[in-house]
């Protein structure tokens, strides 16, 4: 049998773990495997080679993916996808684990459609797939941000400021969330939540006048802009307010233990799907367990933010 494996669209810390586990459960089984480098884009252009154990040796470390990902306009249609069929014919490749979130989810139905096998591995930092109880990425990229509202909390308190922190999340608030929460930040605003910036500056007063030393705000970035964000604030309390952006440092960094657990846990359980007949399936983790969920049912669908932990932040951050 011969299988391959590609990483698409945004980068996530944990992709090269699961890469690995694909290699590698595959010549556990006698596979023969092939890594397409720069994603959909790639396998159009047939960015193909063959795998061994070698090629993944040292890097379930690395944040990243050594196979590199792309975005590929072309595969957007039906005659770059049929390229990308015959790429995998010519080297008589019977399935395909992609790599990647939602986005490559959609290139990966499109593919099965066509006839392809293919095992969807969820990774983004954006943590915004259904099926899935988390993502690759998300632990690591959560880490990341808590660091950085750390050490901006040491810096706020010396200087009595409110610093604005502006996190990855065009469209989900999990990012945001969790690490406004793990952060003890004082206001978490995402795209998922209304807001009123009276209420906001009022609560930011509020802290004032009992003595908080400081405040910190997380906004995702499809909630609001954290420039304007700041720049209000600043104008309606008075109060001193910085704003940081954090930008691509939130993609990088070495995987924590959660990432490399579940890129490894993932990328193993999805060639054990493709060994099953009519694969067209997302892997994902539910209540601990791994699971497989049908593409297509899992396509349109969006995971909601948890309204419970939400409300926590707020109760905890009175
Ligand atoms: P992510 O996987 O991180 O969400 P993108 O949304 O950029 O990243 O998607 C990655 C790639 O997947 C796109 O560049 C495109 O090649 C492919 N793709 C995305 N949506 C579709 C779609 N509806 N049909 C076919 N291919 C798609």
Same mark, same amino acid.
């Given at each position: 049998m011969k299988l391959a494996v590609l990483t698409s669209g945004g980068d996530a810390p944990g992709m090269n773990a699961a890469i690995r586990a694909v290699v590698r459960r595959s010549i556990f089984d006698g596979i023969d495997i092939f890594g397409v480098s720069h994603g959909f884009h790639g396998l159009i252009e047939g960015s193909i080679e063959r795998m061994g154990l070698s090629s993944v040796a040292d890097i379930i470390h690395r944040g990243g993916t050594i196979l590199r990902s792309a975005r590929s306009p072309e595969f957007f249609t039906s005659h770059g996808r049929e390229r990308a069929i015959a790429q995998l014919r010519r080297y008589r490749i019977e399935g395909l684990v992609v790599i990647g979130g939602d986005g490559s989810l959609r290139g990966g139905l499109a593919l099965a459609r066509l006839g392809l096998p293919v095992a969807v591995v969820p990774a983004t930092i954006d943590n915004d797939m259904f099926g899935t109880d988390i993502c690759i990425g998300f632990d690591t990229a959560t880490n990341t941000v808590i660091q950085a509202i750390d050490r901006l909390r040491d810096t706020a308190t010396s200087h009595e400021r409110i610093f604005v922190v502006e996190t990855m999340g065009r469209h989900a608030g999990f990012l945001a969330l969790t690490a406004g929460l793990a952060g003890g930040a004082e206001t978490i605003l995402v795209p998922e939540v209304a807001w009123d910036m009276a209420a906001l500056c009022q609560r930011l007063l509020r802290g004032l006048e009992r003595g908080k030393a400081h405040s910190i705000i997380i906004v995702a970035e499809g909630a609001a802009s954290g420039a304007d964000i700041a720049r209000r604030v600043g104008d309606v309390t008075g109060l001193d307010t910085?704003?940081? +952006?954090?930008?691509?440092? &939130?993609?990088?960094?070495?995987?924590?233990? &959660?990432?490399? +657990? #579940?890129?490894?846990?993932?990328g193993h359980r999805a060639v054990e799907l493709l060994l099953l007949p009519d694969a067209a399936?997302? +892997?994902? #983790? &539910?209540a601990g367990f791994d699971v497989s969920v049908r593409l297509h049912e899992v396509m349109d669908q969006r995971p909601c933010l948890d309204q419970r932990l939400y409300d926590l932040a707020q109760v905890l951050a009175i």
């Open positions: 910085r704003l940081t +952006v954090l930008g691509h440092i &939130q993609r990088g960094g070495s995987p924590t233990a &959660q990432d490399r +657990v #579940l890129g490894s846990r993932l399936h997302m +892997v994902g #983790l &539910q």
